[in-house]
């Protein structure tokens, strides 16, 4: 038996412990905003915060979570529907196009912003490219991580010139 | 022309210079009606096949093409709103359902035929003749960056003028005034004289019943409010927050997974299994033999992974079991070589006589280029949920190609299509994989053997090695130089050639030209790829007008510009993007300036890479893009299409090799087939020119002429000319690529 918390809520569950933690949450648990894209943490849509840090969940073992606290993309938004800042900026510059990675980057670029609020170009960079967006949004995605940045009360961060 | 008829199905529509439709050319028969029970509840009226208005005075678009990311539900929403005189926040989208009154000719037409202009679509045998091809071989495709130019401009815009006319026309009754003296606007229509004013669902019974107007006018663009503007896409919303329904994130009661292996070496079948080898394993319901694949279902996607990894299979030996990739492209070069021998050469163009200028020239120029078989590799891997029950198969799955796989299915599993029932979620990136129907017929054949509905997802390792690839090619040029380095004679010869016919042409005045191929069919599986040919050949050519142009001593963008002197509408395109990127400005150390142009799917696009040269390897920082395709429906969806098919192409050109080995696909997932990441993309700048010209695709054309420019600047930046892709394959560092073949 495993305990999972995720996106505040409580789940005792009957799973091989070595299953990964992104088919619980997708099959067990139906949450399936959390993307399968590669399987070997190539890819990162199935980015999930675990304690906060972002980790590749194809790769996360379910022990590895017991126990511990998750969030997916279903618990970025405030539980009355207001969107994440990162959420609304994507909106705003129109990043996703297919939008199958989306949740990954999201996921990414919240924890990004949570443990720097005011990242760099370079910043940027190191946090963001271990998610591959096929359909190539990564200049939206910049933009829209300056915008988030700059909503959330740092305004010097959208100023930021690329190079 | 054909007869007018009460509510019938529009099959095709014309119009030039954005004023006067010429005509519709209708089919005979009450065929709305037919559709009316898929996309109208009992209170709604359905004009035609492509709209429909709600009591509530909401405006729902039935958009026959599914959504890749391209964001075609939205521009084809706004192109029947614009002429509609709708509201454009009470206008909903939906996707047409897989069926035959959706079948969609204008794609295979154009491949079948040519770049034919529209008005030929006046001609109602052609239309009929392709209609019927077409529905006979159950075609509903998005491709060919068709969407916007055929079912927008002939489909939506007509319908929604038509739409509009048959409104006014039943408001004129009701209030009995002459049409004349009324307006419309945001979906409501107004007679200034008597101050009246209402809704367009308050007529929408009674114009349903009306004829169709003959001659429905359309806008000019300085008449639209809702067209050219950066409206928000309607999909968006559901991609950051999880909501959006992918075929992967199809849920049904008593859902089971299954994965599958299907043979490595194209062409071989199962010979043998040992099923009892995962008997036991945790979760494992079933091992399926499909033929050339064996598939295992069990209560999860990591179970049926898990058991299919411990299942011994053996596959038959075929004659490719020992095929390497320097064995294809020996292959090509034997096949050329013999064509040109046996005088068996395939002619795509000729023009004067290219062989005699080639004897007179003061100087030759020769060249070869390769390029490598491509994988498609979106984001989603294949995947298919099938389930058979009470006589019928429903699926849910992504696909570019609905009726089609509807009708495939059919025919594998022997039931009536009206007994299949496909729904189409948001594609996970498609790019022309989604075209083909294997993952489908496979998710099908499984669910036949199991009384409860299977989830089929492929692994990314089935999904790469077992994709319909881009072509692999070789493309050798001649050319003939004046004494002032003008070309006066191109001939190229290459292999392998699919569609469309007209992607190895060159825009340039070149007056002896001798554009050939030759046939070398290989195993493996050949796919629509972004762009299709024009994604090898514009690297091809404009890497080599660029040797042309270095060859003369002469500058890129310069002598490009003057071998256009016939065309200003691609000069406009080359000299918006080379002025864009400040061409003439200095650049950094080890930095250096590339630019192409190309035509596709009837948009031309002109680019220029700044790329530089750190520790060996080209990272691309800067790119410039300059589109014309007539005119930008949507800006921000032209624009996020360019930023698309330039990154999609500078993936390929830097990283992209899919290599034969053993007779298999050599690569498997992301660490062998590596993506451009956040890290190298660059900054990219897009120019949209809106020249009235007739209107272009935009999913496709973004991507062809970036690998060109990218090769060109790192030649400008290095002086080493890469002549074959991709990129990563060449160490900038080493003296490894030389200035050969130039004559």
Request: glycine share 8%; proline share 5%; hydrophobic share 40%.
């Amino acid at each position: 038996m495993i305990i999972l918390t995720i996106n505040g809520k409580t789940y005792q569950l009957d799973v091989d412990p070595g299953t990964p933690l992104l088919w619980v949450i997708r099959e067990q648990l139906g949450l399936t905003g959390t993307k399968f894209g590669c399987g070997i943490a190539q890819c990162g849509a199935c980015t999930v915060h675990l304690d906060g840090t972002p980790i590749r969940s194809c790769v996360t073992p379910a022990q590895v979570a017991d126990g511990k606290f998750i969030r997916t993309i279903e618990g970025i938004a405030t539980p009355e529907g207001t969107l994440h800042a990162v959420q609304q900026a994507w909106i705003d510059e129109q990043v996703p196009q297919c939008g199958y990675c989306q949740s990954g980057q999201v996921m990414a670029a919240v924890a990004l912003l949570e443990s720097n609020a005011t990242p760099s170009d370079a910043d940027i960079d190191a946090a963001m490219s271990g998610n591959v967006c096929r359909c190539g949004t990564y200049p939206r995605i910049r933009r829209g991580i300056k915008r988030a940045a700059a909503a959330l009360g740092n305004d010097d961060s959208g100023e930021t010139v690329n190079g | 022309m054909g007869k007018w008829t009460r509510r019938a199905f529009i099959s095709a529509g014309v119009l030039t210079s954005g004023v006067v439709v010429f005509g519709i050319a209708i089919r005979p028969g009450n065929r709305a009606d037919r559709v009316k029970d898929l996309i109208a509840s009992d209170d709604e009226s359905v004009f035609n096949v492509w709209l429909k208005i709600s009591p509530d005075n909401t405006v729902t678009a039935i958009v026959p093409h599914a959504d890749m990311g391209q964001g075609v539900h939205t521009t084809l929403a706004m192109m029947l709103a614009e002429e509609l005189d709708a509201d454009w926040d009470q206008v909903a989208v939906l996707e047409a359902p897989a069926h035959k009154e959706y079948a969609n000719y204008a794609l295979a037409k154009g491949y079948a035929v040519g770049d034919v202009e529209f008005p030929s679509w006046l001609v109602d045998t052609v239309d009929g003749f392709f209609l019927t091809v077409m529905k006979a071989m159950n075609m509903q495709i998005t491709g060919g960056s068709t969407s916007i130019p055929t079912t927008g401009q002939a489909g939506m815009r007509v319908a929604g003028a038509a739409t509009r006319a048959m409104l006014l026309e039943a408001a004129a009754k009701a209030w009995n005034v002459p049409v004349e003296e009324l307006t419309a606007a945001k979906s409501r229509i107004s007679h200034a004289g008597s101050g009246r004013s209402g809704a367009y669902a308050e007529f929408a019974p009674a114009a349903a019943e009306l004829s169709l107007p003959v001659n429905p006018v359309l806008k000019n663009p300085d008449q639209f409010t809702i067209l050219g503007t950066d409206v928000l896409r309607n999909d968006v919303p559901t991609k950051v927050d999880g909501t959006a329904q992918f075929g992967i994130d199809a849920r049904l009661p008593g859902m089971k997974y299954a994965t599958v292996k299907a043979s490595p070496v194209f062409g071989a079948t199962v010979k043998s299994f040992d099923a009892n080898a995962i008997r036991g394993m945790p979760g494992v319901r079933r091992v399926a033999d499909l033929g050339d694949a064996v598939a295992v279902v069990a209560d999860g996607y990591w179970q049926a992974k898990q058991a299919l990894d411990s299942l011994p299979i053996e596959f038959t030996e075929t004659e490719h079991d020992a095929v390497e990739q320097s064995d294809i492209f020996r292959q090509f070069e034997a096949d050329m070589d013999a064509a040109t021998a046996n005088g068996d050469e395939i002619t795509d163009m000729a023009v004067g006589d290219a062989a005699a200028a080639l004897a007179e020239a003061d100087s030759v120029v020769e060249a070869e280029y390769r390029v490598p078989y491509l994988s498609h590799a979106p984001m989603e891997p294949m995947n298919c949920t099938a389930w058979l029950h009470d006589g019928i198969c429903e699926l849910w799955t992504g696909t570019q190609n609905p009726l089609g796989f509807a009708a495939e299915v059919a025919n594998v599993l022997e039931m009536d299509i009206k007994n299949v029932r496909l729904h189409n979620g948001y594609l996970g990136g498609g790019f022309g994989r989604r075209a083909f129907p294997d993952y489908t017929i496979q998710a099908a054949r499984i669910a036949s053997e199991v009384n409860f509905p299977v989830q089929l997802i492929w692994s990314r390792e089935e999904d790469m090695r077992h994709d319909h690839y881009r072509q692999a090619s070789i493309s050798r040029f001649k050319a003939a130089l004046d004494s002032t380095g003008k070309p006066t004679a191109w001939i190229n010869q290459y292999v392998e050639k699919h569609d469309p016919k007209e992607a190895p042409y060159i825009p340039y005045g070149i007056g002896n030209q001798y554009i050939h191929y030759a046939e070398s069919a290989t195993h493996v599986p050949w796919g629509f790829w972004r762009s299709v040919d024009h994604s090898l050949h514009a690297f091809f050519t404009e890497s080599f007008i660029d040797e042309l142009a270095f060859t003369a001593g002469q500058d890129a963008w310069r002598y490009r510009h003057d071998l256009l002197n016939h065309s200003p509408r691609f000069q406009k395109v080359l000299d918006t993007a080379a002025e864009l990127s400040g061409w003439d400005t200095a650049l950094p150390e080890n930095f250096g300036r590339g630019i192409a142009i190309h035509q596709s799917f009837g948009s031309i696009v002109a680019q220029v890479v700044e790329v530089e040269i750190s520790e060996g390897r080209a990272i691309p920082r800067r790119a410039f893009c300059a589109v014309d395709a007539g005119y930008a429906m949507h800006p921000d969806g032209m624009r996020a299409q360019m930023e698309s098919g330039i990154i999609y192409g500078l993936t390929a050109a830097l990283y992209s090799d899919i290599s034969i080995r053993r007779g298999a696909v050599a690569q498997s997932n992301f660490h062998d087939y590596p993506m451009l990441r956040m890290d190298e993309s660059p900054e990219i700048e897009t120019a949209i020119i809106d020249s009235g010209e007739k209107i272009g695709g935009a999913g496709e054309p973004g991507t062809p002429a970036i690998a060109p420019a990218l090769v060109n600047a790192i030649f400008n930046a290095t002086g080493k000319r890469i002549r074959e892709l991709p990129v990563r394959l060449h160490d900038l560092t080493d003296e490894d690529i030389e200035s050969r073949d130039i004559v």
